[in-house]
T-cell receptor, first 113, second 114 residues
Framework: DAGVIQSPRHEVTEMGQEVTLRCKPI?????LFWYRQTMMRGLELLIY????????DSGMPEDRFSAKMPNASFSTLKIQPSEPRDSAVYFC???????????FGQGTRLTVV | GESVGLHLPTLSVQEGDNSIINCAYS??????FIWYKQESGKGPQFIID?????DKRQGQRVTVLLNKTVKHLSLQIAATQPGDSAVYFC?????????????FGQGTELSVKP
C-alpha cells in the first residue's frame, strides 16, 4: 500500500484565493483526520470523519474552512478565502477506526502571501 | 516582527544511552494512547501504542509506560541512536462512540549526540 497520499506537497497562493488540499486515505481505513501543524500551536485536529461522515469539526478555525469526504477513498480540505495566518503544514491521516493507530501522509505545506 | 513559536521541551542524550520522554495527557476518559516520531519535513510516524487496560508495553528498543492515576505516559528508548533524533509526540484517543478523536501533545525534541 502506498500509504496516505496528499496533494499537493507544496502550495503557495495569494491572500484571498481559494485553496483545496486533497487526501487519499489507506484503502480499507474508515476514519480520516485533518490536522494543521504550526510552530505556534503544534498539531491541531481540525476535523475527522468516520465512514465518510464528519463526526467532529470543532477544530475547524472558522467558516472559511470546509472539508468533505464524498467517498471512502477521497477527502478535501478547502480554505476560501485564504489568509496569511492559514500558512501551515496540513496533514491528513487515516485509521481502521476506533482505538487503532492513525497513519499520516507527508503533509501539504501551505504558504499564503 | 519576530515570531514566537512553541518552546518544545528538548532532551539531549549521548548515543548508546537510554532516553526517557515524558508526557502528561489531559482527559481521564482517554482509553488509547500512541507515541509518534516526526522527522523534519515528514508526517508523524507511529512508534508504539498502549490501551488503558495496560500499564506497560514493549516494542523493539522502545517501551511505553502508562500511569492512569496521574495521567502520565512515558516513552523509553534503549540504546539511543542518531537516527532517533526527531520530535516525539504522545497522542491520546478520546472515544466518542463513532471512531475516536486523536489529540496530540506539544512534542519533545530528542537530540542524539554521536
Amino acid at each position: 500500500d502506498a500509504g496516505v497520499i496528499q496533494s499537493p506537497r507544496h502550495e503557495v497562493t495569494e491572500m484571498g484565493q481559494e485553496v483545496t488540499l486533497r487526501c487519499k486515505p489507506i484503502s480499507g481505513h474508515n476514519s480520516l483526520f485533518w490536522y494543521r501543524q504550526t510552530m505556534m500551536r503544534g498539531l491541531e485536529l481540525l476535523i475527522y470523519f468516520n465512514n465518510n461522515v464528519p463526526i467532529d469539526d470543532s477544530g475547524m478555525p472558522e467558516d472559511r474552512f470546509s472539508a468533505k469526504m464524498p467517498n471512502a477513498s477521497f477527502s478535501t480540505l478547502k480554505i476560501q478565502p485564504s489568509e496569511p495566518r492559514d500558512s501551515a503544514v496540513y496533514f491528513c491521516a487515516s485509521s481502521l477506526g476506533l482505538n487503532t493507530e492513525a497513519f499520516f501522509g507527508q503533509g501539504t505545506r501551505l504558504t499564503v502571501v | 516582527g519576530e515570531s514566537v513559536g512553541l518552546h518544545l521541551p528538548t532532551l539531549s542524550v549521548q548515543e548508546g544511552d537510554n532516553s526517557i520522554i515524558n508526557c502528561a495527557y489531559s482527559n481521564s476518559a482517554s482509553d488509547y494512547f500512541i507515541w509518534y516520531k516526526q522527522e523534519s519535513g515528514k508526517g508523524p510516524q507511529f512508534i508504539i501504542d498502549i490501551r488503558s487496560n495496560m500499564d506497560k508495553r514493549q516494542g523493539q528498543r522502545v517501551t511505553v509506560l502508562l500511569n492512569k492515576t496521574v495521567k502520565h505516559l512515558s516513552l523509553q528508548i534503549a540504546a539511543t541512536q542518531p537516527g532517533d533524533s526527531a520530535v516525539y509526540f504522545c497522542a491520546e484517543n478520546l472515544s466518542l462512540g463513532q471512531g475516536g478523536k486523536l489529540i496530540f501533545g506539544q512534542g519533545t525534541e530528542l537530540s542524539v549526540k554521536p
